[in-house]
């Protein structure tokens, strides 16, 4: 009955929203029909001006107020032509197109005063970077439904070097914004556009459900600061495919709260596909778990992955007073070129946003799978350091790693605190991940998941 009513729920929400039932590979399995808005206006016909120069956030924030007024008549498009269109901070509205051409450019103002200030994140308790506020993302969507951004392989770039340098001479007054951050919503589409420049996460979507994003470049240099692509927080019911990332440090990274917070607030991040990704981490990782995960992620299922020229493949990050969970994970069919680290799994990241965090608060990591992986011109092969009396468990199978001349064989697998299984791995890992006491009942677990199919992931 439930799901019934969920149903009738979002379908009467717009076009853009599509429900899906609770199984990691279905999210990616259907797609919105994304019908023409029955109206449709250029943000030219509110005085913008394209010369890159101009500043137009008072005509983009005009465009959306006017396109409000038909939301409840099919909602509506804002059309940005060819030019670069300098803006502010603006927000979007429900039943709303923002449609980039060809050769339009979206571009962040590099004065912050443009950007504007808002409240952190209840699930954080204040700013990533420094406590308290911090600035409003370049495109704001908050408590919207059938919302989409897309394009014919327009650009948006936040232009982000000014953040950089800020954040790397320690002078924020506020935490850097994202480019595109999506609050409270349901039925949010993101393709068929390039990202460029992000001052810190290119594509949020926080507290979302129903979230496809698809056919997008994201590209941000090695050396911006922990920049990432795009980062799933708190979310459910999401399809990320058919997309080439490139960023400072993370490409694309699970989150669900930090600390305390994330443990109040309660909402995980789950049900979340990944597929048929290229994508290049620099410092950090290609694909992340954590380390704010304090509201739990499970439910993931990321396959089909080309990741290239990376410190890390992927990578689970906790700490204790984290709390929450990592669990009912699979990678799969995964290649890997010129990675440092293959696979890393740390419960020592000790960052917490204030002194108001429960040491005793573990988090669990279990469940988790890694499988059918190809690499080659690898230094270390995985490194697993758990949480002492808490140990995280995996099971690998199907993994070939051909090593470089900078690793040793004795250096190839670094564990402690975690148990688990291995099938046809090489090299061959550390002895807590080919048998434990605990690897019957754990590959028990796995065994029945894989013998209900996908749609086991409950």
Not at 288 to 316: C, P, Q, R, W, Y
Request: glycine share 8%; hydrophobic share 35%; charged share 15%.
């Amino acid at each position: 009955m439930k799901m019934l009513v969920a149903l009738l729920l979002l379908s009467a929400l717009g076009n853009a929203i599509v429900v899906l039932g609770n199984d990691s590979k279905e999210q990616c399995s259907h797609k919105p029909k994304l019908d023409p808005r029955p109206h449709s206006v250029s943000i030219v016909e509110f005085g913008a001006v394209g010369d890159g120069k101009t500043l137009n956030t008072g005509a983009f924030q005009n465009a959306i107020f006017y396109l409000n007024s038909f939301a409840d008549k099919g909602g509506a498009q804002l059309y940005v032509p060819p030019g670069k269109w300098l803006t502010g901070s603006f927000n979007l509205t429900s039943h709303l197109t923002l449609f980039l051409e060809k050769d339009a450019i979206i571009l962040g103002s590099q004065n912050p005063d443009h950007w504007g200030i808002t409240d952190p994140l209840p699930s954080y308790g204040r700013g990533i970077d420094v406590p308290g506020s911090r600035y409003r993302s370049l495109i704001n969507g908050y408590n919207l439904s059938d919302v989409v951004i897309t394009g014919n392989d327009g650009t948006i770039d936040g232009q982000g070097s000014y953040w950089w340098d800020s954040f790397l001479t320690q002078t924020l007054n506020h935490s850097r914004p994202n480019l595109v951050e999506i609050v409270e919503s349901v039925g949010v589409v993101v393709s068929n556009l390039t990202f460029l420049n992000a001052p810190s996460y290119t594509i949020h979507p926080v507290y979302c459900s129903h979230v496809l994003i698809q056919n997008i470049s994201a590209y941000s240099p090695p050396s911006s600061p922990y920049t990432i692509g795009i980062v799933p927080d708190s979310s459910d019911h999401m399809c990320i495919e058919n997309c080439n990332i490139s960023m400072g440090y993370d490409a694309i990274t699970l989150k669900s709260g930090w600390d305390e917070h994330g443990i109040k607030y309660n909402r995980p991040t789950t049900y979340v596909h990944i597929k048929q990704v290229n994508l290049q981490a620099s410092t950090g990782s290609a694909v992340a778990f954590g380390s704010e995960m304090s509201g739990g992620i499970s439910h993931v299922l990321a396959e089909h992955l080309d990741i290239k020229n990376s410190f890390t493949g992927i990578v689970f990050r906790t700490a204790p007073g984290r709390g929450g969970y990592i669990k009912n994970i699979e990678v799969s069919s995964v290649e890997l070129e010129n990675i440092h680290t293959a696979f890393i799994a740390s419960g020592q990241y000790e960052s917490h946003p204030d002194e108001e965090y429960d040491p005793s608060a573990l988090p669990i990591l279990e469940q988790i799978t890694i499988d059918n992986v190809v690499g080659v011109n690898i230094t270390v092969a995985g490194s697993f350091t758990g949480i002492e009396n808490t140990p995280f468990e995996f099971t690998l199978s199907e993994i070939s790693l051909s090593l470089n001349s900078a690793s040793t064989s004795s250096s190839a697998w670094v564990c402690s605190d975690v148990v688990g299984s291995s099938k046809s791995v090489s090299p061959e890992p550390c002895p807590e991940l080919k048998s434990s006491s605990n690897s019957n009942s754990f590959s028990s677990s796995i065994t029945t998941l894989s013998s209900k199919g996908s749609a086991s992931y409950l």
